[in-house]
């Protein structure tokens, strides 16, 4: 079954650096989009980035020129680079993956990891 494992997470000072991997396992990884997501306390879960299958990679504005979305293929595994942290950042941060099947579109996510940017 498919399965999504964030680590990194933690407490940082604002301005600070943290880097968010999610190892994944049980469908073909190369072969997919890979995407992160945050959720902060009374807000809806936002699309923070995304790196296609072809190494393509997309942010949110809010993020954009801070974080840094990349994967290894050969460790299944998707990181988030997290430069300038700033306190808006704090959130849960889930890894996500939507596969495609016979049936549609299914979305798989991590336990989600949390991240704490003090000021």
Known sequence: QVQLVESG???VQAGGSLRLSCVA???TF???TMV???QSPGKQRELVAAVTRGWMPNYADSVKDRF???RDNAKK???LQMNNLKPEDTAVYYC?????TPSGVINYWGQGTQVTVSS
């Open 25 to 27: 396992s049980g469908f």
């Open 9 to 11: 997470g933690g407490l």
């Open 77 to 79: 595994t998707v990181y």
């Open 68 to 70: 840094t979305i990349s």
């Open 96 to 100: 996500n993956v939507p596969v495609d």
């Open 36 to 38: 992160w997501y945050r």
């Open 30 to 32: 190369s072969i997919n």
